[in-house]
């Protein structure tokens, strides 16, 4: 009897030392800066429209930013809007870093049987990440759960990042306030000029600059195919494949402040 009073007295000591220590200012943030898993958001969607063609989430948005954080010695999960195995763009095993990717066993077996949102635990994140591919155009902005989930991680002091069309997924994503996410930041994705050039503003759903302008995002660009990364308060977005690598950088930059 004694000692299971002694275990209950241990514990709640421990208990109570943990609720003070969340209760200094600043702490919560500090906690949170020790986590080390990232959540990576890769489209479900298999198709452009009605053109037949095949998409899904491209390798290199993955893969770049992957071995960036990856390296950093954090842990990558992925979850999509349906879960399980996806379809993939941009397969390119002459990448050096998309073939290490590829070949990397444990990463290979994630990506191929990647969560649901309902198993996603918003807590266990420092920040959330958003892949790119024209597939992110059809299934990221109207999710409803993946946006539940990015505003928790961003508003537990987390980061947002994004690159490509991935910031589709953040076009609708609302804050505790009422506010659109994007509402005054300055925000970059994949241009206008960049979906005419590819001949596909008449397939996607809709124009990815116009609607985060719409929805009151400061819209930064450079020039077609130019790479170019945005940092505005903890959210990091890029303009197109080229800014993958810059991207993963700025994440692991901010995330170390």
């Not at 994949?190 to 008449?202: D, Y």
């Amino acid at each position: 009897m004694k000692k299971i009073l002694l275990l209950l007295v241990k514990t709640m000591i421990a208990a109570s030392a943990l609720l003070f220590v969340s209760m200094i200012p600043g702490q919560n943030k500090k906690i949170k800066k020790m986590n080390k898993k990232i959540l990576f958001v890769l489209t479900s969607h298999d198709k452009k429209g009605d053109t037949g063609e095949s998409t899904g989430y491209y390798l290199g948005e993955v893969s770049h930013p992957w071995e960036v954080l990856h390296n950093a010695g954090y842990e990558i999960d992925f979850v999509s809007p349906k879960g399980g195995n996806l379809p993939v763009d941009g397969f390119d095993l002459t990448d050096p870093v998309n073939k290490k990717f590829w070949e990397d066993k444990k990463y290979k077996s994630k990506i191929a049987n990647t969560m649901k949102p309902s198993q996603i635990i918003p807590e266990e994140y420092v920040a959330i990440f958003y892949a790119g591919g024209h597939g992110a155009m059809w299934d990221f902005a109207d999710n409803k759960e993946l946006a539940e989930i990015a505003r928790k991680i961003y508003e537990s002091n987390g980061i947002i990042g994004a690159v490509c069309h991935g910031p589709a997924g953040l076009v609708n994503i609302k804050l505790n306030n009422g506010k659109y996410l994007v509402d005054g930041k300055k925000i970059n994705a994949f241009t206008n000029e960049e979906e005419v050039a590819v001949k596909l503003e008449n397939v996607v759903p809709f124009m990815l600059e116009t609607k985060l302008t719409e929805h009151g995002a400061i819209f930064e660009k450079s020039g077609l195919w130019q790479p170019h990364v945005t940092v505005d308060q903890r959210v990091i977005t890029g303009q197109n494949p080229q800014s993958a690598k810059l991207v993963g950088e700025a994440m692991l930059k901010e995330i170390r402040k």
